[in-house]
């Protein structure tokens, strides 16, 4: 039987490396995102002579219009860049919770969680990207900031057609359909839009040219502040004028790390998404799991229980780092990782309620949108950003026209209880007034021998950080080019509930050995949407992720 798998796994290899899947190839610039008047948008201003930070603003602010799913001026996120001198940074534009928000606030009498940090008005945190964009583009921006708005405000006035992707999206959305004005602006004549229909949003053009014409002042203090307030005030929402009034994107120091030759720049908290990569990796480094090849019931057997001790850790560590103590260091220090390492059994897998967070040294959507860019000067930027579930909290803003998130419930609603991603979380993620809750966003860059080699990230909740490690070590031990790495059949495991979930693409036969070593296996439809981008030597290569309906392109 295992023969039998192995010999599968074998042939999968061999044709993946006799026939490479494909990426979209370009000399100098690429921008791969997850719809393609985005990606074009990008490109446009990247030929324009507009660096990949003017990019990165464009494809963010043009995403608004064209993937509502997740593409936001309602939502937040985080950008990784690392310039070509080699300098890095990471802005961090997440939500925070409202001035009036309380640990208990989506809990009814009995103390059991309600739906109102999923849906609705009292859902959303407040939010970032605007100001987040704004500080990108002041502080490394080269065009006029008028410019990086104009493919949105476009798309927004003149409309698009709607593709089969987004308009099977609309139709399958409970969030939106329970909200008059989100059913007013993306339905026409009482049915959601069609593939092929034109979809215009003139309050979002509106929207978007205030901030064109004064900046994220308009969204903060101006006339957009002033519908979102109003919209908050009458429909029981929590965000106030001195809540918007007071945000501000901030600029942080991004996680390093190493695995084997190469070197990892990614996100550090208010994210989980670097310090798992990077725990992870130290877990994997040296334990050879890689021997029986990609895919193997082994390796996946040895990265699962590797992912469901990170989980544990991540659940009991890690919160806004501006309100507890998350131990970093300790976490992603090569003794602690060692030590988690020595406690994985190769044969069998751990039950997870025998699995609880270590003592590292120091310690006291679905649905998100990834895209990257690379421009000709070899300026990298990870924008992972979102307004959590598809569509957030299914809520528009009357007469603003954008959607607000529902970030709140990627706070700890109550320990213990599951989130809207099956995520059990603790303590230290528990709702307090201006408080960020812990994201899984990993937006990475990946130098080998000193160089920049990919850039990539994903959407997909708690799931993000196992898909963005899945593909690296795809690339980094099984030798797969970008695209076959982007391809390639994903699985996961959370610590809690205790199931491995795995993409169709597995064999049965693994699945099989899986189940021996005592893993609780679950098929699932699909893990992520992967927006990479990779050097080939003097060639960008960009990947698409074909689970979704992304674009790569360049020059
Ligand atoms: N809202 C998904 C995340 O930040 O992890």
């Known amino acids: ?113 309600t739906e109102s940090s999923q849906f609705g008005y009292r859902a959303s945190g407040v939010p970032g990207s605007v100001s987040g964009f704004e500080l990108a583009h002041r502080r490394y921006g080269s065009l006029k900031w008028p410019r990086l708005l104009a493919p949105a405000i476009r798309l927004a006035r003149e409309g698009f057609p709607v593709s089969y992707d987004l308009a099977r999206s609309l139709r399958s959305s409970t969030a939106l359909a329970r909200d008059a004005e989100s059913r007013r602006v993306f339905q026409r004549d009482g049915r959601f839009y069609e593939a092929g229909e034109v979809m215009r949003q003139p309050e979002l053009a509106a929207a978007l040219a205030r901030i064109a014409s004064v900046g994220s002042r308009d969204f903060y203090t101006g006339e957009t502040a002033r519908l979102l307030v109003k919209a908050q005030r009458e429909h029981g929402g929590l965000i106030t004028r001195d809540d918007l009034a007071g945000y501000q994107a901030v600029e942080r120091t991004p996680l390093v790390g190493t695995y084997k030759s190469y070197r990892l720049i990614t996100a550090p908290p208010p994210s989980s998404g670097g310090v798992g990569l990077l725990e992870m990796l130290g877990v994997l480094d040296g334990s050879g799991y890689e021997r029986e090849g990609a895919g193997s019931a082994a ?31 300790g976490l992603i220090s090569e003794r602690y990782t060692a030590g988690l390492r020595r406690l994985i059994d190769p044969e069998r897998a751990t039950p997870s309620d025998q699995v609880a967070a270590g003592r590292p040294e120091g310690n006291e959507s679905d649905q998100t949108t990834h895209y990257s860019i690379v421009d000709a000067n070899g300026n990298a930027v990870a924008v992972t950003y979102t307004l959590n579930g598809s569509y957030g909290s299914g809520v528009t803003v009357p007469g603003a026209g954008f959607l607000l998130n529902n970030e709140m419930d990627d706070f700890t609603v109550a320990p213990g209880v599951p989130n809207m991603f099956g995520l059990v979380q603790g303590e230290v993620n528990r709702i307090a007034p201006r408080k960020r809750p812990l994201s899984s966003m990993t937006p990475t860059i990946v130098l080998r021998e000193g160089k920049f080699y990919s850039v990539l990230g994903s959407p997909g909740g708690s799931r993000i950080i196992t898909t963005v490690l899945q593909v690296f070590l795809d690339m980094a031990d099984f030798s797969m080019g970008l695209q076959d790495a982007v391809n390639w ?67």
């Open 1 to 113: 039987m295992r023969g039998c798998a192995r010999y599968l796994v074998c042939c999968l290899l061999l044709l993946s490396t006799l026939w490479p899947a494909q990426p979209v190839r370009a000399r100098h610039a690429m921008v791969v995102s997850r719809e393609g008047h985005a990606t074009d948008a990008g490109v446009a201003i990247l030929r324009a002579g507009g660096n990949a930070v003017d990019a990165a603003v464009a494809v963010g602010f043009a995403l608004a219009v064209t993937h509502p799913q997740a593409g936001n001026i309602g939502g937040g996120g985080f950008m990784l860049i690392r310039f070509s001198d080699g300098r890095t940074t990471f802005l961090d534009f997440r939500e925070r919770a409202p001035l009036a928000a309380a640990a208990d606030m989506y809990l009814d009498a009995t103390g059991k969680p």
């Open 299 to 329: 390796s996946i057997h040895f990265v699962a229980e590797t992912m469901r001790r990170f989980y544990a850790d991540r659940a009991r560590y890690l919160g806004d780092p501006d309100f507890t103590h998350v131990p970093v260091a």
């Open 489 to 555: 059949p994903r699985f996961h495991h959370q610590w809690k509930p205790d199931v491995l979930r795995m993409e169709t693409g597995f064999s049965p036969d693994t699945i099989k050995l899986l189940r021996a070593r005592g893993h609780e296996v679950e098929t699932v439809g699909s893990i992520g949407e992967v927006s990479a981008i990779a050097r080939e030597g003097e060639w960008l290569a960009g990947a698409a992720d074909p689970r979704t309906a992304g674009k790569a392109s360049g020059y």
